[in-house]
């Protein structure tokens, strides 16, 4: 491993954790800007693709309302694997531990934990990493009513 490949795979686990961090602080502005202009994010429940986004401002928009009716939002990124095609592309798993808080219309907290697996494709543009492509597969999912 050359040091070029170092500062590549530092800099995909930088991407993927601000993806997190702007995610927890709502800052969907930021996080879209984490994508190449044409990229694209497919959902995935229960191994089938439930729906799928394309380009900033889609991604933009459905990331924003998302996380409108949640309180705290908590993503915790995990291992992350990376598999190099050229200098400018790659391949890459992460796992996120991801809980989601809100009040239902009872006035009661409900908290929502979900394993997430994201498969990514990653392009490197004018030296700056990108997500390309995003495969969020959500693996599992638990609720609780406090």
């Known amino acids: 491993m050359n040091t070029q490949e170092i500062a590549d795979r530092l800099a995909l686990k930088e991407l993927v954790d601000l993806f997190s961090n702007y995610s927890d602080t ?47 939002v908590f993503h915790m990124s995990g291992q992350q694997t990376v598999s190099f095609k050229d200098a400018t592309h790659a391949d890459g798993i992460a796992y996120n531990y991801v809980t989601l808080v809100k009040t239902n219309g009872q ?3 409900v908290t929502t934990n979900e394993g997430v697996r994201y ?24 609720e609780e009513v406090h």
């Open 26 to 72: 709502k800052e969907n502005d930021k996080q879209v800007q984490l994508f190449t202009p044409n990229g694209r994010v497919n959902i995935i429940n229960d191994g089938e693709v439930t729906f799928t986004l394309d380009g900033r401002e889609a991604i933009l928009n459905a990331f924003s309302s998302s996380m409108d009716d949640y309180s705290a």
């Open 107 to 109: 006035g009661q907290a």
């Open 119 to 142: 498969q990514d494709q990653y392009e490197k543009i004018d030296g700056q990493w990108y997500i390309a492509e995003r495969n969020s597969n959500f693996i599992w999912h638990t």
